[in-house]
């Protein structure tokens, strides 16, 4: 039974901090359905024999499945993998695009999560009626988004929905740049990888405590920089999840030009000395 990878790095995050807590978890009715979760690693990180014999299938072209990132060297496998995981040699720039976001989500994680577990991610490549796309996902269980947020913005303490709201924003987080990035890039993050996801026709998915966002798929690439103006879904979540989850996906055939394309979502930082550009996608 396929089950979305943002729904199995939840359960591997979730599971992780369970067992860390000293708790064990079980699992109940677990039949023969089981093994697309079983072949993605999720039982190890819960800590569960699902007592069937697993075939192991080749994972290159199809998925990456649940890893557990803690170090910067954890971050460099990771897109290694996905590089082997999309077959794109022929396609550097839809690679360039990934790997990005990848990095930059990853990157997010060390950086500000304060999990002792770490983050968990896997990544999915669907080829199905000639459309190719690449589903990721990132989920931890660290001190969540509004909680980090609040050092420097206090009144976003114990509001998720303004907190996810200032984090789609760019020049908030003030982290590091990263691949592809420059100072001016710093802390934008969740912004360009958003952009990323909608400029390609994708969706971008946040949700920490009991807020969660969903940028719809469109078939308009302009760039609104405020992530309300864009069309969304904002809910509040019935039971609070302690920590980050962040899903994308990306059709690749409609990244052109990465560098480019980049450049001109790097354009539409606001900055007093710069016009915004329109971005461009094939």
Same mark, same amino acid.
């Given at each position: ?7 199995l ?8 901090r ?21 072949? =993605?690693?999720?039982?190890?990180? /819960?800590?569960? +024999?699902?007592? #069937? ?6 994972e290159?072209?199809r998925f ?5 990132i ?5 971050? $460099?496998?990771v ?11 022929? +396609?550097?720039?839809a ?8 990095? %930059?989500?990853? $990157?997010n &994680?060390l950086?500000h999560?304060?999990?002792? *577990?770490?983050g ?13 796309? &690449? ?10 988004i ?9 009144? &976003?303490?114990?509001? *998720? ?6 984090a =789609? /924003? ?20 969740l #912004? ?5 996801a909608?400029g390609s026709?994708?969706?971008?998915f ?7 966002? $969903? /940028? ?10 405020d992530? =309300? %103006? %864009?069309?969304?879904?904002l ?10 989850? &962040?899903a994308?996906?990306?059709?690749? *055939?409609?990244i052109? *030009? ?10 539409q930082?606001? $900055? ?8 461009? #996608?094939?």
């Amino acid at each position: 039974m396929h089950t979305e990878p943002f729904a199995l790095t939840m359960a591997a995050a979730w599971g992780a901090r369970c067992r860390g807590q000293g708790l064990k978890v079980s699992l109940k009715n677990l039949t023969s359905r089981a093994k697309y979760a079983a072949r =993605m690693k999720l039982f190890e990180f /819960l800590g569960v +024999d699902p007592h #069937f014999v697993i075939q192991e299938h080749e994972e290159a072209g199809r998925f990456v499945p649940i890893r557990n990132i803690r170090t910067p060297a954890d971050i $460099r496998s990771v897109i290694a993998d996905v590089s082997v995981l999309l077959h794109l040699d022929h +396609d550097q720039e839809a690679l360039a695009a990934v790997q990005y976001c990848v990095s %930059e989500l990853l $990157r997010n &994680v060390l950086e500000h999560s304060q999990s002792p *577990d770490g983050g968990f991610v896997c990544a999915h490549y669907y080829s199905k009626s000639g459309l190719k796309r &690449v589903s990721i996902a990132i989920a931890d269980c660290g001190q969540g988004i509004a909680a980090h947020l609040a050092a420097t913005y206090p009144d &976003v303490r114990g509001d *998720d929905e303004q907190a996810l709201a200032l984090a =789609m /924003l760019p020049g908030i987080t003030g982290a590091r740049p990263g691949l592809y990035g420059t100072s001016e890039n710093a802390g934008a993050g969740l #912004f360009i990888t958003r952009c990323i996801a909608k400029g390609s026709g994708g969706y971008f998915f946040l949700m920490s405590g009991r807020a969660a966002y $969903r /940028l719809r798929r469109s078939r308009t690439a302009k760039i609104l920089v405020d992530p =309300m %103006e %864009e069309n969304h879904d904002l809910w509040r979540v019935r039971s609070n999840w302690q920590g980050t989850v &962040v899903a994308m996906e990306i059709p690749i *055939d409609n990244i052109a *030009d990465f560098q480019e394309y980049f450049k001109s979502i790097s354009d539409q930082i606001p $900055r007093p000395d710069r016009k915004h550009r329109k971005i461009q #996608f094939t």
